[in-house]
């Protein structure tokens, strides 16, 4: 089985970073794109930002210039740095990761992590 943990989030004042960390563990061949989601309350979850096995990274209009994915595939880990949050960045913030269980598989699966709180505020 693959599981994917989450890290980083914590209280962080308005105009703070912070850095969050999803490493993957288990059993698995590999690990193609990889993104953060989130959750804030009383909205659905959205995308973050994704990033591909080669490092080509997406982001959402509202974090384009505040926040950086990056990832690192000999550790099986990725990484979110905010900067610069604001109070409407606060949510639980969520690892995602498309993998391929085994070499014979034909196809990718979709996983999730727990998520992990982000809390922006004075």
């Known amino acids: 089985q693959v599981q994917l943990v989450e890290s980083g989030g914590g209280l962080v004042q308005p105009g703070g970073s912070l850095r969050l960390s999803c490493g993957a563990s288990?059993?698995?061949?590999?690990?193609?794109?990889m993104g953060w989601y989130r959750q804030a309350p009383g909205n659905e979850r959205e995308l973050v930002a994704t990033?591909?096995?080669?490092?080509?990274?997406n982001y959402a209009d509202s974090v384009k210039d505040r926040f950086t994915i990056t990832r690192d595939n000999a550790k099986n880990t990725m990484y979110l740095q905010m900067s610069s949050l604001k109070p409407e960045d606060t949510a639980v913030y969520f690892c995602?990761?498309?993998?391929?269980?085994?070499?014979?598989?034909?196809?990718?699966?979709?996983?999730w992590g727990q998520g992990t709180l982000v809390t922006v505020s004075s």
């Open positions: 288990g059993s698995f061949f590999a690990i193609n794109t």
């Open positions: 990033v591909t096995s080669s490092g080509s990274a």
């Open positions: 995602n990761a498309d993998v391929l269980r085994s070499r014979y598989s034909t196809s990718f699966i979709r996983v």
